[in-house]
């Protein structure tokens, strides 16, 4: 009687013991969550109100590394100023680059806007492409994928379970994006200008041009002089929207607004980068509900 | 005349297989465009299967509205490709090219235009009373910033690169105009089991806070006082073998030590055998969303030159607090106290720094710091300090231009007795990192 209750109590134990998931960014820890469920524990490092690419490398971060079974990151280059630094400092091979547990979804992404000559003479540019692939709901389907792949290698024990919360996951939003997709077509053809490249992946699927940049290159601050263009060629080429990410000064869009008329219209670029978008769903609802309305 | 048979049948020969060469391709071609014909039909049958099936699963959709979903494994859902699924097979590299493996490098170059209120000839006669004197044979070594005028401090090149599953490797060249120096060369263990790291080969301890950092990446151009007056201007970097622990706690705990070859003569220098050893206790962790404080406490064993023992006690604090992505605000403070045995008897010897520094935007940043000899021999003088405050632009992540005055009153010059004599100095310095730079740790 005894034995049973053990054997039974052992099993429990392997069947609860649960995946340690760290996640770079919060989007990624919301579909590493859908996918996972309750055989996934998973932790965010980079906090969303900040920007992506300069998250501070605090080695409070390091001891959640340090335990995980598995690092889920972005990749194409956002994480290569603070990730690094972090990972050698963890000593967890499981998580290192290259081993099974490190998991960079942008190798589900075909990626835009890959440079065609790399030089740090064109400002932070990243090699691989553009990294924000994140501010399109169309991509969230092949990350979970991938991720519920990479897991299900991992964690052979709960594959089946993964892949029926997939089909579950999938089957949502797929319903999801329909709705999403509806909001968005309302601006197909408007004109944009962005402070950083962050919404490209999203503009380009419906059909929206982004004709400019606050940044005159990627990552370096505006200057006076590529503004007073900007505002010329918006003046030109009537574009009356600003697209400003929650984290940059917003001193230079308000300036070109009121210069040229245009309307500043502030988009989260991650889960929970302004208030009301603490899921998914609400915070592509907010990109659509701000950019389309 | 069997010669010329012989050459002739050759030629012929020749002319022959060239024919049936030739014969041979066309029937080859012939053979191509036959199969790319029957190639162009199939696709062009497969092409009007696919609109079929297309048009027949909408008219399937639209009828069967309330279809339950079965789940299914994984992998016959291939809808979603990925990247590294559709990866050519094809290699596209030249056979046996090596390019991918070669190491990331990266050039730092450091030069600076100084003004000082003591001429040069003087300035090389320095040293800090009771720490150390001054040896026309062996003066103290100025590394940076050395003369009036303009500096060109080094050139540095670092290089990283993975060894094979077991070891990276990292080696860091410090070139002065007429110096070659290994500043560190190491490799370190990726895959160690217990969240165990070690390190072996010639390295900066990471004994404190600001050892293992390289000049490049300090807040301000020179090496706090405290480190200068006790291990010199190179600090603790030394061959010898480290091991380090991450707790694997919720908070972040690290414990190293390392055994070094004691080859630093300002503390130790006894290298008959290994002869220093460094332990460390690190722990950080956050205050809130936007504060974090890093305290690390550490010890140093030695042999000094008589091959007495030298031991020195280490405290840092570091406390961060983030205004915006951009903006923080630091202050970073250690202090270090040496007991360190002679023939006369006990030297006890103590100093600290503390900084304040505030980064504005991604361009601007600013600080403060005040640098402390407060403890020394008794013959000797405790009012060794030094000032400085320093203005740093940065037009891009990787260039720093930095304005930095020090008012520094821990020097005396020359072999006399009281020749104290305090430095003002101001200075524009200019450092860049190309090429593949690692980003650095916290």
């Known amino acids: 009687m005894k034995k049973i209750l053990l054997f039974t109590l052992i099993c429990s134990a392997s069947l609860f013991a649960r995946m340690n998931v760290v996640a770079s960014y919060p989007y990624l820890g919301k579909i590493v969550k859908a996918v996972g469920r309750e055989n996934v524990k998973v932790k965010v490092l980079a906090s969303a109100k900040f920007d992506p690419h300069f998250v501070i490398p605090k080695p409070s971060l390091i001891p959640a590394i340090a335990r995980a079974d598995m690092l889920v990151a972005n990749g194409a280059g956002l994480e290569i100023g603070w990730l690094p630094p972090l990972l050698k400092r963890a000593n967890n091979p499981k998580v290192r680059i290259g081993a099974k547990g490190f998991v960079d979804v942008s190798r589900a992404i075909h990626l835009i806007d890959k440079p065609k000559a790399v030089s740090r003479a064109y400002g932070d540019v990243h090699p691989e492409g553009n990294p924000h692939f994140d501010t399109d709901p169309h991509n969230v389907l092949p990350i979970a994928h991938y991720i519920v792949k990479k897991l299900s290698q991992l964690d052979e024990a709960h594959a089946s379970e993964y892949a029926q919360n997939f089909s579950r996951f999938s089957a949502h939003w797929k319903t999801y994006l329909r709705t999403f997709d509806s909001q968005m077509r309302r601006c197909k053809g408007k004109k944009v200008v962005q402070y950083h490249e962050l919404y490209n992946y999203l503009l380009k699927r419906f059909g929206i041009k982004a004709v400019a940049a606050i940044e005159p290159l990627p990552g370096i601050a505006p200057s006076s002089r590529h503004t007073m263009e900007l505002i010329s060629k918006m003046r030109k080429q009537h574009i009356g929207t600003i697209l400003q990410d929650p984290y940059h000064e917003k001193k230079t869009a308000k300036f070109i607004a009121a210069k040229t008329g245009a309307k500043v219209i502030i988009l989260p670029h991650d889960v929970g980068a302004v208030s009301g978008t603490g899921t998914l769903e609400s915070f592509y609802n907010t990109i659509a509900k701000r950019l389309c309305h | 005349m069997t010669k010329k048979i012989i050459l002739l049948s050759m030629a012929a020969s020749v002319s022959l297989f060239a024919q049936s060469e030739l014969e041979e391709v066309k029937a080859l071609l012939a053979q191509q465009i036959k199969t790319t ?406």
């Open chain 2, 37 to 442: 014909q029957a190639l162009q039909k199939r696709v062009a049958e497969l092409e009007k299967k696919q609109q079929h099936t297309a048009t027949h699963a909408a008219t399937k959709s639209k009828t069967v509205k309330h279809h339950k979903h079965q789940p299914k494994p994984i992998e016959e859902e291939g809808t979603y490709t990925t990247a590294e699924d559709t990866m050519p097979s094809e290699q596209h590299t030249q056979t046996f090219d090596q390019k991918s493996f070669l190491p990331d490098i990266a050039l730092i170059l450091d030069g600076s235009a100084v003004g000082r209120n003591v001429d040069n000839s003087t300035y090389e006669t320095q040293y800090i009373p009771g720490f150390s004197t001054y040896n026309a044979a062996n003066p103290n070594e100025i590394p940076f910033n050395k003369d009036r005028g303009f500096n060109f401090n080094y050139a540095e090149i670092s290089m990283h690169s993975t060894v094979g599953p077991y070891f990276d490797a990292d080696a860091i060249f410090h070139l002065q105009p007429d110096e070659f120096e290994i500043e560190e060369a190491y490799i370190t263990s990726r895959s160690m089991p217990y969240g165990l790291r070690a390190k072996l080969g010639k390295f900066r301890s990471e004994f404190g806070r600001i050892n293992a950092i390289h000049q490049h990446a300090w807040k301000f151009t020179s090496q706090p006082l405290v480190f200068n007056a006790l291990f010199g201007s190179e600090g603790i970097n030394d061959a010898g073998v480290q091991l380090q622990w991450v707790l694997p706690t919720d908070t972040y705990v690290m414990a190293g030590i390392e055994a070094m070859q004691g080859s630093n003569d300002v503390s130790f220098g006894d290298t008959e055998k290994n002869n220093l050893y460094i332990g460390y206790l690190k722990s950080s962790f956050d205050i809130g969303d936007t504060s974090t404080l890093l305290a690390g406490a550490s010890i140093l064993h030695g042999k000094n030159e008589q091959g007495l023992n030298t031991d020195v006690y280490g405290a840092d604090l570091t406390a961060l607090v983030a205004l915006s992505s951009y903006s923080s605000l630091t202050w970073q403070s250690e202090l270090l106290y040496r007991n360190k045995t002679t023939d006369i008897g006990k030297e006890k010897q103590a100093g600290y720094y503390t900084q304040l520094t505030y980064k504005y935007n991604q361009n601007w940043q600013g600080g403060v710091r005040y640098d402390s000899l407060y403890k020394n021999l008794d013959s000797q003088p405790d009012d060794l300090d030094r000032f400085s405050a320093v203005l740093q632009y940065s037009p891009f992540e990787f260039t720093k231009f930095r304005l930095e005055y020090s008012y520094d009153r821990s020097k005396a010059f020359g072999d006399l007795a009281d020749q104290r004599k305090n430095i003002s100095q101001i200075l524009l310095d200019f450092t860049i990192e190309a090429g593949a730079h690692g980003a650095h740790a916290f």
